[in-house]
């Protein structure tokens, strides 16, 4: 396989940031809590069950919702003229500067190495349920899916349409959404490793490891 | 070997004992450089190499000043042995343990169910014992089932004594063998709290289980305390006889747990040590305070400083104490009254003070069918009696003659419902099973004759309830006739919209708080989440209108151990609540059928339970019993075990369970229904036992929330450790209700578990 | 009127009939939007209406708490929910009354929503004043005698009416939207399906109760439109056939009137049934104390019995055709447009006409023109439109979202609907015959991400004129 690792590391090693625009999930009344510089952590605990950094509080309908901050980073900018004035939904209030974990460059890394599952249209998607439910059970690599195999449900126009996979036989390493996320067209849904190369990739994951320091 | 070098050598082992002795005093006090221990320690150290190098005569008088300044060290901290210090006392390294007392009380044992570490649960030790006595030169052995925590000399796997919940099945499951064998229980209580997991069969449950089965176990029991650590202690604790060591410590919670708790010490900070000190007086753990109360029946005289590994004296009179106790236990079943008393009358004259092996007398300890009865009827009367003397009652000023005729009414009513059930219940018996005898031998032509001999005892059984057909009249008439009819909680009464909790999971949309507490009754359209509502919705809508009739309510809440502060919370929640206690009983109806609630509700003390609220309950049960009444406890809230009753609370667990056991036997249908939060001691006693238990959708069900968890076990447990999906998936609950359905699934389980007399039996 | 602000809670066409109706009375409006819909007409006929603030976007159309914040925002006084979303939800019209700073919900009280949101209640009090519905339960059965007593009684009735293949209905009476429904066609099959949907309500709804009605195969479509004011009038604008629908039970076609006995052959005296209908609508809403725009749903079945359905307590996509025959006198030069008569019912104002003084004149016809594949079920399309032009008619009226002079991406997140096209003509032949030629003129171009062609259902659209209010 091909794969110049050197040198995608020392693009990242160049540049390990990427900002983050922290917009309102919906209407209301604006309350910034952090200041620009400061640092902010992601949620934490074993079950992530710690809220992240509280960014700012959106007030809704007498419902003051906490806004916190979804990874670590430093804020960067934040657009002060709307501090006690009514934001519109999905306004950007502020960036933070995050710096990419080693688990977020294996990530991006892996995109080239293995068989990347492309969304066919802007749509949301979902596992089907049985990979779901082995997955929860049996962790992110436990399923091996071969030709013809349903792998995905999309959900367009409110009608479900289950995608079947068309690649080498393998094992599914990633899953690249949420479910239910709002996929753009031909963005990654699923990383698909081949048994043989299972090897070479947890190569790959551990020369990352080794040379990239968070 | 000349005289000196032997003296010498002898020195090097004295030296230990000194610098044991140092080290023991520094765990009593909980201070290493008290009157400067210290250096009395460099003192041995230095001795114990020194010991050849230095003179003889210098090594010796330098022995001796250690020796004395110790003993006087050691007086002045025998006067001076505060709570804490006693707590001390009991969690020293020093300190015997079950292992010491096995092997110097008992002739022989063999240890069942593991041994060491390779054991099932390592802190609770099983054996089976001989124990003797002598009585004119006659050596008499009894059998005996010994079962108690084992700390441990320090081995980790000890886990300090506290029972794993298979550990406490473990016990269980031996007192059944004892039972079936027909011997004594000794139990030896070394516990600073049960282990606080919920993993199969779960702490609380497994608590429960044997308080159940031991409030009514069929052979004698004794229970010694040195460390009785609330419920861990309870969970081999309900005997017939108490016995506590004088330099023990018995408490609804650790002295720095009810620090915590009154200081609201934020986790991982450190609790001021006299604000420890302070909760360790005003718990009142120590033994001779647990005997004033009546929460034990003796208290086991320890050496000045606490018995030791190798107080033998001790271990005598311990052995002595457990026989006589055993004694007395049997000797209070029998008819035989003059021969009780001389037998008593006898071993006291003979051995007023000391302990020998004599005991003049021999008892045999094996009890017939008569004297069980009388042993569990006696046990029954002990733990109901138990602390009764605390229970506060509303004083009542005037005269209400609307009481006193209600007073009368309820004697009446209860011999009416005595005659009905109770007398008449053989007879009914005999009739049925005629009845039985006759349809099992296929005679239809009898039936003429069987027919009026049916009828009556129909009619002495009185109608069958429970067989009406259920037709709901909300499904006849529009449900929108009726919905603003209903109680609406107060808590809809704002413009203002809430998140739900799983808004992130289910993509739930903020809620109109006037649309969820009231349409909705709290629960999220979207995900199914219940929002906690106050317990007045359930009041209103669970039960038939205006079918709710509350009683006990002079039973108040109190300060029996005059625990600082708590008068005024108490006084604060009288206030807000307008209640004495955290607990509501009340009769009702639904759909018709007559019921009996217990209620502990969040907004007083948390529903904790104290006296009033386990006497409340006890009547509660007792009401249920004696009107054959379905009895449902419906836990709005509880927060366990109110700590500042101290063991006053504690007792609650068997004395509540007692209750329910006598219900239960009595052919009740006991139905535990837990919502919002539910833990610790109720849930370990007289609620876990139930055969019935259901959640409350989103409620939390459990024996220790989860910094307790995390403190004593240090794992952190999930957020959804103790949430009713896990509790019904660990097999602690039958089933999860939602809060719309409750009223139709309580009268569905009523009559589906009731049975055509809502009773069993 | 003029101090009034109408927050429109909805997207697409509506949103900009709802526009218009307000420009028409001249009241100012506000408009929401989502991320998706930024390119939509309604956001830009909103903007280029001047320079105070108009537009808020929105995380969804379904948010409450979204409407009712940017309500607040906005200084709102009344929200027009438009249909779909919000416009049958009692609860948000609840919510709008009772809150701390009210806002008029423009549709009927909020009790009335509630009241006749529940088909059964609906049917119950449509009952008890002798209007005829589906014969079978008005309330959950729960017993099982009781049930197969009436499965009995609804099997001989359909026998006495001469029908050859009875059969009956068995639906969980908590379930809804197709759920929990199955057709009994033998009695002696009942027991076994009653058991089944018995026990599927139980474990699906927590709610064991069952409906029971006879099962009606051969039916049209009927609606009486109906407009009611705040002081208690009630005047109906005829009926409409809503008979040609999707396989999902999306209306395509609409007529109106409901039946043309001209063009058609019925087995019974049509104008009766219809006359009949509207007096049973007019019944119901008098006794409900109906007060706003609202649309009766019947089923006339092939001997002519009329059955009531359900009641829409809300304006309907159709509305327009049936303004479009309809007349009232002394104002014949003005159109009426039921959306503005709506409004200002809802304002308070009293209608100011009577059922005297409506008359009827010709017929109209609706098409819906959306992006789907009827071939395949009616799947929706999704892509880009590059070309989207229609005739310019005097007898014909379009209504869309979709820009026409750049390109435009169907939002995904929404149903592929492009436009409706209202067509007027003096009789059922001519309006016929428009809509084909409209239809014919119509052009509609785009393709998928993969290139491939738009699938629109205008060739549907076109064969189905045929059926057009035919049995």
Redesign the interface.
């Known amino acids: 396989m091909d794969l110049n690792l050197n040198e995608l590391l020392r693009q990242y090693h160049a540049n390990p940031y990427e900002d983050h625009e922290i917009c309102t999930p919906h209407t209301g009344i604006v309350t910034f809590k952090v200041t620009e510089g400061q640092h902010t952590q992601g949620p934490s605990g074993q079950w992530l069950h710690k809220p992240g950094t509280l960014l700012f509080i959106l007030e809704r309908e007498n419902n003051p919702k906490r806004i916190t901050a979804k990874c670590n980073g430093q804020v960067a900018e934040i657009r002060h003229e709307f501090e006690g004035k009514f934001a519109e939904a999905g306004t950007p209030l502020l960036k933070i500067r995050h710096r990419l974990t080693k688990d977020e460059i294996i990530d991006r890394i892996l995109t080239e190495v293995l068989t990347v599952f492309p969304a066919p249209q802007k749509a949301r998607y979902y596992l089907p349920p049985d990979i779901a439910s082995q997955m929860e059970k049996g962790g992110e690599t436990s399923i091996s899916i071969k030709p013809g195999d349903d792998v995905l449900i999309m959900s367009l126009m409110k009608r479900d349409t289950l995608l079947k996979y068309e690649g080498m036989p393998g094992i599914i390493y990633k899953v690249y959404f949420k479910a239910g996320d709002l996929v753009e067209q031909d963005a990654p849904l699923l990383g698909i490793c081949p048994p043989e190369n299972v090897q070479f990739v947890q190569k790959i994951i551990d020369r990352i490891k080794n040379e990239w320091e968070d | 070997m000349d005289a000196e070098q032997k003296h010498i050598a002898d020195s090097g082992q004295f030296l230990t004992q000194l610098a044991s002795r140092i080290s023991y005093l520094a765990d009593v006090i909980g201070d290493s450089r008290w009157y400067a221990l210290d250096t009395l320690l460099e003192e041995v150290t230095f001795l114990r190499s020194a010991i050849f190098e230095l003179p003889a005569k210098e090594l010796f008088r330098r022995i001796k000043v250690l020796d004395e300044r110790i003993s006087i060290l050691e007086d002045r901290a025998a006067k001076e042995i505060t709570p804490v210090r006693m707590v001390n006392i009991v969690r020293s390294v020093q300190r015997f343990t079950l292992q010491d007392i096995l092997e110097n009380i008992y002739d022989s044992f063999t240890e069942l169910g593991g041994e060491e570490d390779c054991n099932i649960d390592p802190a609770v030790v099983v054996a089976r014992a001989t124990i003797s006595r002598r009585v004119k030169k006659k050596i008499y052995r009894h059998q005996v089932m010994v079962i108690g925590h084992e700390k441990g000399m320090g081995e980790e796997y000890r886990n300090g004594g506290c029972a794993k919940p298979w550990g406490n099945d473990k016990a269980l499951r031996y007192m059944k063998v004892a039972e079936t064998e027909g011997i004594p229980i000794h139990f030896f209580i070394f516990t600073p709290g049960s282990y606080p997991i919920e993993d199969f069969p779960g702490a609380a449950q497994q608590i429960a289980r044997n308080i159940y089965a031991m409030s009514k176990l069929e052979v004698p029991m004794v229970s010694f305390i040195s460390e009785g650590g609330s419920g861990g202690a309870e969970a081999i604790g309900l005997a017939d006889m108490r016995l506590m060591a004088s330099h023990g410590y018995y408490s609804v919670i650790s002295p720095e747990g009810a620090a915590a708790i009154e200081g609201r010490i934020r986790e991982g900070q450190k609790v001021p040590r006299e604000l420890i000190e302070k909760c360790a007086e005003q718990l009142c753990m120590t033994a001779e305070d647990n005997l004033r109360l009546g929460t034990i029946d003796r208290i086991v005289q320890e050496p000045p400083l606490g018995a030791r590994r190798d107080d033998y004296d001790f271990f005598k009179r311990l052995r002595f104490e457990m026989i006589k106790a055993t004694d007395e236990v049997v000797l209070s079943t029998k008819s035989f009254r003059a021969f009780r008393a001389y037998a008593l009358r006898r071993q006291v004259k003979k051995h007023p003070q000391d302990s020998t092996d004599d005991f003049g007398v021999h008892i045999s300890w094996n009890l017939s069918d008569a004297e069980i009865e009388r042993l569990l009827e006696l046990r029954s009367q002990k733990y109901r009696a138990m602390g009764q003397g605390y229970i506060e009652l509303k004083k009542q000023t005037i005269i209400d003659t609307s009481t006193l005729k209600d007073k009368t009414k309820e004697t009446i009513s209860r011999l009416y419902y005595e005659i009905k059930y109770g007398l008449l219940k053989p007879q009914k018996k005999n009739v049925q099973k005629v009845l039985q005898e006759v349809t099992g031998e296929g005679a239809a032509f009898l039936s003429n004759i069987t027919e009026p001999v049916k009828a009556a005892v129909d009619f002495l059984a009185g109608p069958q309830e429970g067989a009406r057909q259920y037709s709901d009249e909300a499904a006849q008439i529009s449900i929108f006739n009726r919905e603003w009819e209903q109680y609406v909680s107060p808590l809809a009464n704002e413009d203002r919209t809430v998140s739900c909790p799983n808004a992130a999971k289910y993509g739930c949309l903020d809620l109109w708080v006037p649309d969820l507490y009231g349409e909705f009754c709290g629960v999220c359209p979207a995900c199914g989440h219940h929002f906690p509502l106050e317990y007045q919705w359930y009041l209103q809508n669970l039960f038939d209108a205006g079918s709710v009739r509350e009683f006990n309510n002079h039973i108040i809440s109190g300060n029996p151990l005059k625990f600082q502060g708590l008068d005024a919370r108490l006084n604060r929640d009288v206030q807000r609540t307008g209640r004495k206690s955290g607990i509501i009983t009340f009769k009702a109806k639904l759909n018709g059928i007559k019921i009996v609630v217990a209620m502990p509700y969040s907004n007083f003390r948390s529903g904790t339970f104290g006296s009033a609220e386990g006497e409340k309950f006890i009547r509660a049960c007792d009401l249920a019993r004696t009107r054959r009444r379905p009895f449902i406890a419906y836990i709005h809230t509880t927060g366990g075990i109110r700590i500042q009753e101290g063991t006053l609370g504690v007792i609650q667990m068997p004395r509540c369970t007692m209750a329910v056991r006598e219900y239960v036997d009595s052919g009740g249908l006991y139905i535990v229904v837990y919502d919002n939060n539910s833990y610790a001691g109720p849930v370990a006693s007289f609620l876990g036992c139930s055969p019935y238990q259901v959640g409350i959708r989103s409620s939390r069900i459990g024996f220790a929330g989860p910094r307790v968890i995390r403190e004593t076990t240090g794992q952190d447990v999930p957020p959804d450790y103790h949430s009713a999906r896990n509790a019904l998936m660990r097999g602690h609950i039958q089933g999860i209700w939602d809060r719309r359905d409750f009223r139709k699934n309580l009268y569905d389980a009523l009559q589906t578990m009731g049975g055509p007399n809502l009773y069993y039996k | 009127m003029k101090k009034e602000r109408v927050l429109i809670a909805n997207r697409g066409e509506i949103a900009i009939r709802i526009m218009m109706a307000c420009e028409d009375l001249g009241c100012d409006y506000i408009v929401v939007y ?2 998706e819909d930024r390119h939509s007409l309604h956001v830009r006929r909103a903007r280029e209406k001047g320079p105070e603030k108009r537009i ?4 969804s159309y ?5 409407i ?3 309500a607040d ?1 906005a200084g709102a006084t009344a929200i027009h929910p438009g249909y779909g979303f919000f416009s049958e939800n009692f ?1 948000f019209a609840r ?1 709008a009354t ?3 700073r009210p806002v008029t919900f423009i549709g009927p009280r909020w009790e009335v929503i ?2 006749l949101g ?1 088909k ?2 609906t049917k ?1 009090v449509a009952k008890s004043l002798g209007i005829p519905v589906i014969p079978g339960s008005d ?2 059965i ?2 099982e005698i009781e049930a197969e007593a009436l499965a009995e009684e609804l099997f001989l009735q359909q026998r006495e009416q001469g029908i050859t293949s009875p059969s009956i209905l068995v639906k969980a009476s908590a379930g809804g939207g197709g759920m929990g429904i199955e057709e009994v066609k033998h009695l002696d099959t009942f027991r076994r399906i009653y058991r089944r949907i018995q026990n599927y309500a139980k474990r699906q709804f ?1 709610d064991e ?1 069952v409906l029971i009605e006879q099962c009606l195969t051969d039916y049209q479509h009927i609606e009486v439109q109906l407009l009611c004011d705040r002081h208690g009038t009630v005047i109906h604008f005829g009926t409409r056939n809503c008979t040609i629908q999707s396989t999902g039970r999306q209306k395509r076609v609409e007529v109106a009137p409901g039946f043309d006995p001209s063009v058609c052959n019925y087995s019974f005296d049509a104008p009766k049934v219809l006359d009949d209908i509207t007096n049973y609508s007019v019944k119901l809403a008098r006794e409900v104390g109906y007060d706003s725009a609202g649309t009766w749903e019947w089923v006339v079945t092939r001997d002519g019995s009329p059955y009531l359905l359900e009641v829409n307590t809300r304006i309907q996509v159709e509305n327009e055709i049936s303004a479009c025959i309809s007349r009232i006198r002394d104002r014949e030069d003005i159109p009426v447009n039921l959306i503005r008569e709506q409004i200002r019912a809802a304002m308070g104002e009293k209608l100011g006409f009577t059922q005297d003084d409506i008359f009827f004149e010709g017929t109209s016809i609706e098409l819906r023109i959306v992006a789907e594949d009827v071939r395949r079920g009616f ?2 399309w ?1 892509g880009t439109i590059t070309k989207f032009e229609f005739p310019q008619e005097p007898w014909a009226r379009l209504y869309s979202h979709v820009p026409m002079d750049k390109p435009y991406d169907i939002p ?5 609907n492009l436009a409706l096209a209202i067509i007027w003509g003096e009789n059922t032949e001519e309006a016929r015959e428009r809509a084909a030629s409209f239809l014919l003129k119509s052009t509609i171009e785009g393709k998928t ?2 290139d491939e062609p738009i699938i629109t259902n205008l060739a549907y659209l076109y064969d189905r004129l045929e059926d057009v209010l035919q049995f």
């Open positions: 989502t991320q808020y976007r929105i995380s379904k948010d409450p708490n979204e009712f914040a940017v925002q609860r919510r009772l809150r701390t509630r009241d529940s059964i209640n119950r309330a959950p729960y017993s927590g109760g799947a929706p999704c995904t997140e929404y149903d592929p991400a993969h």
